[in-house]
């Protein structure tokens, strides 16, 4: 019999851009915080872990790409971890320290192939220290796929906990019909919803997910301002003449029939906290349950293609 509640924690911060060290010390306090006030799962947002660099071009234009740029992204990729590595054995300490679950968004390092590449990550991690798995994003959004690779279907991840099954995809996968089925169809009671938009737009895309999956849903993004940027970057200029605050948040919980359980935070850095009841969720597919008696199969069809793709394989002799 699973537990029917769970204390959850939403995290709305951001590291010193790039800054490796800065990330972990966050992840670290703000986990103690929050786990100090009750959190069972606590959430970082979309690739807290180094950062997201919003607004840097890092020296790209159609056709061309700059020396100073290649320098920028170089620091990025130098801040990046190896999923498992040695900063997931840190965190798993952490969440080993706090019996909690972590679910944080990071930058991975290909570690497999040639190690160029960046994949925006979610990793998941158990309250005895281990890493249960990981999501890398399908799909980078627009100037994004100049700096992360593309995800496969053997990481649309869900973990079952006793609370209920967790999961979720990451920013603008979420406006993927099917990406979405194929979390549904793996039972999803909580679904994490890291991202980096912060229009009011995005709010009603959690909470059209909340309705249609009858779960919780819980939206993290960062609260990013002007001070979180290294002013040495090659390509600082790009954000001088912005705001200052970059990102504001709006991080949030809603419910499985849609409605906030903790109201979207905005212009400030903050931990949402919420007590979640998940027979809340079976309630809510008493008349909807959109991958079972709404799913008309004999119509419709989703194939998932959920093998590892490899770049080189040995051949058997």
Known sequence: MKERHVRVAVVQSAPILFDKQSALDKIASMSREAAGQGAQLIVFPEVFLPGYPRGLSFGTRV?????????????????AIEVPG????MLGELSKELEVYLVIGVVERDREFSTGTLYNTMIYIGPD?????KHRKLVPT??????????DGSTLTVIDTPFGRIGGLICWENYMPLARTAMYAQGIDIYIAPTADARDTWQATIRHIACEGRC?????????DKATYPADLAYYADIENDDDILSRGGSAIVGPLGEYVAEPLF????????????????????????????????????VVNDQKQEIVTKKVR
């Open 63 to 79: 056709g061309s790409r700059t020396a100073e740029g290649r320098k920028d992204w170089q620091r990025y990729w130098e801040s």
């Open 142 to 151: 627009g100037s994004e796929r100049l700096l992360w690779g593309q995800g």
């Open 267 to 302: 212009n400030q850095a903050g931990i949402l906290l919420a007590t979640l009841d998940l027979s809340q969720v079976v309630q809510s597919r008493f008349d909807f349950d959109v991958v079972g008696h709404y799913s008309r199969p004999d119509i419709f069809q989703l």
């Open 86 to 89: 040695a900063e997931t054995d």
């Open 129 to 133: 220290g281990a890493l249960l798995g």
């Open 216 to 224: 919780f849903v819980l939206s993290c993004n960062q609260f990013a």
